[in-house]
């Protein structure tokens, strides 16, 4: 890979604010490190409180006039975005595995999903009907659905395009107007997308952007009566505080949070299919994924068999900086491998034992970057902290169940319920089990979950809301009722 290929192209690094890219008050910047070397390959203007309340109050200026565009021009303007993304589907997908990480291949996939999720939210935007409720004589019940305001958006590091776009295009179809806060370790994938809303003519102060303290600006948001909704992807405990904190002001929520997603394969699976998943599902961006499997349960009976298959298939997996030929890149922070590690200890010191893997990837190009082994854990059980914390990195750790009843009960024993999967043949048993998982969604022999037409979100500890489809546009809308007397 030659040093050209490497370089970050051109992207913005300042605040956008009220439609003009500007520094920050006190004129601080943040290092942005390239996770496969070390490298700073940007430094990113920091935003405060003040700068914060310039961006809601842009918002709020801009949302009349938004809110009422006419509907064809405001689902035009979103094509257009789409258009542009896709167009620069290449650049987008480069800065994205240069600040990130993940292989360039997944990248791009994201970016093309993310316009995906603009063209979806356009033409759903002209399917928010309301409806008219039978009424007594002389009066006309109506119901009508309107924008909510000025829309708050939090998003992570670990899908830095496609979080932005899964909640900045819903809002914006549906007439709101937006702050975003990203991610502080991944914020050129969210700079690069508003700099296509500026070139595809979005009004100003329609999108903005604050990059910054999370304690602050988060802050600054929540204590906010102007902004009227909040939409977070990012850990429980962080989805607990900013909950807390929008309770004095009231706002409508939605928070996608932590996940520990069971795998259970049956007697009966396609055991290739179950293998294949698994590592492709396991191992998309190096296991940093809120719906990655965390817990796999295996049949006794097909125990042995299934085992020898993934340890040879996961053997096979090329690590590396996602630029090159790779199926892996690196992980994001020096902490995560010291939380695998920790995992694995403490694991491995109550009997369960590593197959393959198990450590830190090291010499040559490693030694810069956070690369890890791809890691199977057999032997695991109930008294193992990697049995109820979830895992953001790439290890499997296998269980071995008897019974269907025992399977569901061990993979509903989470605080978590995001995504769930299992692969069985048996027809009856895929109703049963689909109905019994405690979990938002379900893979039934599938690992594709996350569809532009489909709710994304979870129960219990993994937050409320949904993403995508339909239900995800009714996230940014508020019902209202009118009771028309038109005739004495």
């Given amino acids: 890979m030659s040093m050209k290929e490497a370089t970050l192209p051109k992207v913005q690094t300042k605040l956008f604010i009220n439609g003009e890219w ?26 405060g409180p003040n700068e914060t309340k310039q961006a809601i109050n842009a918002a709020k200026e801009a949302f009349p006039d938004w809110a009422k565009m006419e509907l064809a021009d405001r689902v035009k303007l979103l094509h ?53 409720i039978p009424a007594p004589n002389n009066h006309a019940f109506i119901v009508k659905k309107q924008p909510i305001g000025v829309v708050a958006a939090i998003t992570p590091w670990n899908f830095p395009g496609g979080m932005v776009t899964r909640k900045l295009a819903p809002a914006l179809a549906t007439g709101n107007t937006i702050v975003l806060k ?15 809303f500026e070139e595809a003519g979005l009004p100003k102060g329609v999108a903005n952007i604050v990059m910054g303290s999370s304690k602050e600006i988060g802050e600054t948001l929540t204590d906010s009566d102007d902004v009227r909704k909040l939409t977070f992807t990012g850990s429980t405990k962080v989805g607990q505080t900013l909950f807390k904190q929008s309770a004095e002001t009231l706002k409508k929520i939605s928070l996608e ?28 961006n190096n296991g940093q994924v809120c719906v990655s499997p965390n817990r796999i349960f295996v ?28 199926n892996v890149g690196p992980l994001i922070r020096e902490d995560a491998i010291d939380k695998i590690d920790k995992q694995l200890k403490n694991a491995t010191d109550k009997g369960a034992k590593v197959l393959t893997g198990g450590g830190r990837l090291t010499g040559s190009d490693y030694d810069k970057g956070n690369f890890y082994k791809p890691t199977v854990l057999d032997n695991v059980t109930r008294e193992m902290d990697i049995f109820y914390e979830e895992t953001f990195g790439p290890v499997i750790p296998l269980i071995t169940f008897e019974t269907e009843d025992e399977a569901i009960e061990m993979a509903n024993d989470s605080e978590f319920g995001l995504a769930s999967y299992f692969y069985t043949k048996d027809l009856a048993r895929v109703e049963k089990v689909g109905s019994a998982l405690e979990y938002g969604m379900v893979g039934a022999n ?31 809308i508020q019902v209202k009722f009118i009771n028309l007397k038109y005739r004495d």
């Fill in 446 to 476: 599938e690992i594709a979950i996350s569809n532009p037409e489909t709710p994304f979100g979870g129960v219990k500890h993994s937050g409320f809301g949904r993403e995508n489809g339909h239900y995800g546009m009714e996230e940014y």
């Fill in 299 to 326: 049949a006794k009976e097909i125990k042995d068999k299934f085992t020898k298959a993934l340890v040879s298939e996961v053997e096979k997996l090329k690590v590396g900086n996602g630029l090159g030929d790779v």
């Fill in 80 to 132: 257009k975005i789409a258009d542009l993304m896709e167009e620069r589907a290449d650049t987008l997908a480069k800065i994205m595995t240069i600040e990130q990480g993940k292989p360039l291949k997944e990248s791009k996939g994201e970016v093309l999903t993310g316009a995906e999720n603009f063209r979806f939210a356009a033409e759903e935007a002209r399917r928010l009907y309301g409806e008219t």
């Fill in 22 to 47: 500007i520094d920050g008050d006190n004129k601080e910047t943040k290092d942005i490190v390239n996770p496969a070397n070390g490298e700073v390959i940007a430094k990113v203007v920091q935003a």
């Fill in 257 to 284: 949070l932590g996940g520990h997603a069971p795998f259970i394969v049956f007697d009966d699976a396609n055991l290739d299919a179950a293998v294949n998943d698994l590592v492709a599902a396991k191992f998309r």
């Fill in 182 to 196: 990203p991610s502080g370790d991944t914020p050129l994938s969210a700079l690069a997308i508003f700099e296509i």
